[in-house]
């Protein structure tokens, strides 16, 4: 129904564009509720007054704006669309679900043009479905790039990993790129070598097929360039900032470490594009997912309103809005004009990111499990001994690829928990303090009722312990967006509706 609702809805706005140039009919006051992010509440609340106050069209938005995180926002618009806000924004990688929620109104054929022209066209492609804007870009910075200590690490050297690991372990200093952990940062070097990996649904958002060359020569490449890294005794899998205070010389991440390592290095902070690694005398420069965050406008009964809402949006992701935020956030600007200023050229972070976008996949709709299932690959390229070992790997890989499509339909429409985890104890680590997160197994939920589901058996939590429900081993809906934290400790049933995205813990008798 409410699918039927999005579709409905665009047709009316896309009629009712017809007459918006002239801004016939549109004046008035509409409510609406807005969510941002904690830290651009009040800037947005200022830029609404700003929109309130010069837009030509009289109109006049009474905006609640709230601060609910990018994160948070997309899983709180699936469970209830309805009650979701008016305009809400998002990392893009949570779209394909979205659109498929009916939680977005098409853009209409006036703003989608103005939308089109002023940003840049990889942030413009991850708003579309088919040929069909969806949402409003708003940053263009969710990227990684390399920041390293000027005092340890020469200049001349930070264009060659291999001479990146090797000032490394001659400091005695770590060299922190996420190899073991992120499935985001290890495709870096399958990115290099020219391997994709690219997922296809049909209309109803199942996938259906995928064309993945990470199992190939160029992926055999690629790992053998992954080897020299994740073997160094210096290597360590990690994309926090913090690195720097706990003897790193080297940290792979991306501008919302900006500030942290500002403040750890001082004058040695050193920001650079990624380094290239050589393979049987060719170099390959390494790769990188690019994403975004992108702003929708919730499907409305009111057509009027909701063609007021997207001009709102327009202007709040438009060149002054970014720049805005820019200069009181530091958030990189998917706007070109904004782009080409002076003020973000000279910012080392984003001129980092825009050297490093030359060498970016953007990142698409990507099946959930294949973050778990790729992660891996790090772990294996380090165990092995020698080239079979490594192609093994990636054999590993393609198999489990390949068996995501081959999923029994109770298992793709199951849930499941999963978190930390201890085999000795069944599942959860009864002492959190010793214990370590894996976050690679599922624990199978039941379904009791209409609407909940529940594990089998009841399972020692400690305070403190976390994790998370989703569905068909998959991280496109999962529960709750940050994880669900184990307040007391105890010994307790997981509970899970599946209607409310709602998890509880029900004490064993």
């Known amino acids: 129904m409410k699918k039927f609702l999005a579709i409905l809805l665009a047709a009316i706005m896309s009629l009712a564009a017809l007459s918006v140039g002239s801004a016939s009919g549109i004046a008035g006051t509409y409510d609406a509720t807005v969510w941002v992010a904690e830290n651009i509440v009040d800037l947005t609340k200022a830029q609404i007054e700003q929109f309130n106050a010069t837009n030509p069209y009289g109109i006049v938005i009474n905006a609640s704006v709230a601060p609910v995180s990018e994160a948070d926002a997309a899983t709180l618009m699936i469970t209830d669309v309805e009650a979701g806000g008016d305009l809400f924004c998002f990392a893009q990688d949570q779209f394909a679900r979205l659109v498929q929620a009916g939680a977005l109104s098409e853009l209409n054929d006036l703003v989608s043009a103005a939308v089109e022209a002023e940003n840049a066209k990889g942030v413009v ?15 263009a910075d969710n990227g ?55 997922w296809f649904t049909d209309d109803d958002g199942e996938f259906i097929e995928v064309h993945d060359t ?6 055999l490449i690629a790992v053998k360039g992954m080897k020299k890294l994740v073997d160094s005794d210096f290597h360590l899998s990690s994309s926090s900032g913090s690195a720097f205070a706990s003897n790193a010389a080297v940290v792979v991440t991306g501008i919302w470490e900006y500030e942290n390592v500002q403040s750890l290095l001082g004058d040695n902070m050193g920001v650079a594009d990624l380094p290239s690694f050589e393979v049987d005398g060719v170099s390959y ?34 060149y002054e809005c970014q720049m805005g935020r820019f200069n ?49 690959i790090g772990d294996d390229v380090k165990a092995a001994t020698d080239e079979a070992g ?41 002492d959190y303090s010793e214990g370590k997160s894996t976050w690679t197994d599922d624990l199978k939920l039941v379904k009791v009722n209409t609407s909940d589901w529940k594990t ?20 496109d809906n999962a529960f709750p967006a940050d994880n669900y934290k184990v307040e007391t400790a105890g010994t307790y049933y997981i509970v899970f509706n599946e209607s409310t995205g709602e998890i509880t813990l029900e004490a064993a008798e």
Request: charged share 15%.
């Open 456 to 475: 089998e058996q009841a399972y020692d939590l400690a305070e403190g312990v976390e994790f998370k429900v989703r569905q068909g081993l998959s991280w």
């Open 214 to 219: 990470f199992n190939s020569p160029a992926g």
């Open 390 to 430: 490594l192609q093994a790997a990636l054999d590993n890989y393609q198999n489990k690829i390949a068996a995501l499509f081959t999923l029994s339909d109770e298992v793709k429409h199951g849930w499941t928990v999963i978190g930390m985890y201890n085999e000795a104890e069944g599942f959860f680590f009864t």
């Open 144 to 198: 990684y790039y390399m920041y390293y200590d000027k005092s340890v690490i020469p200049e001349e050297d930070v264009d060659s990993l291999e001479a990146l690991i090797a000032d490394c372990e001659a400091a005695q200093k770590y060299f922190a790129f996420e190899m073991n952990t992120s499935a985001w940062y290890l495709a870096s070097f399958f990115f290099a070598t020219g391997c994709v990996s690219e």
């Open 285 to 318: 420069h390494l790769g990188s997912f690019n994403g975004c965050k992108l702003m929708g406008v919730k499907p409305q009964v009111d057509p009027l309103k909701a063609i007021a809402l997207q001009f709102l949006a327009q202007y709040l992701t438009g």
């Open 125 to 139: 492609a991850a708003a579309k479905s088919g040929d069909t804007l969806y949402a409003f870009p708003l940053t």
């Open 328 to 376: 009181a956030v530091s958030w990189g600007p998917s706007n070109i004009e904004a782009q080409s200023s002076e003020d973000v050229q000279k910012n080392p972070g984003l001129a980092a990111l825009l050297a490093q976008s030359a060498y970016s996949i953007p990142q698409g709709n990507i099946h959930g499990s294949w973050w778990d299932i790729a992660k891996v």
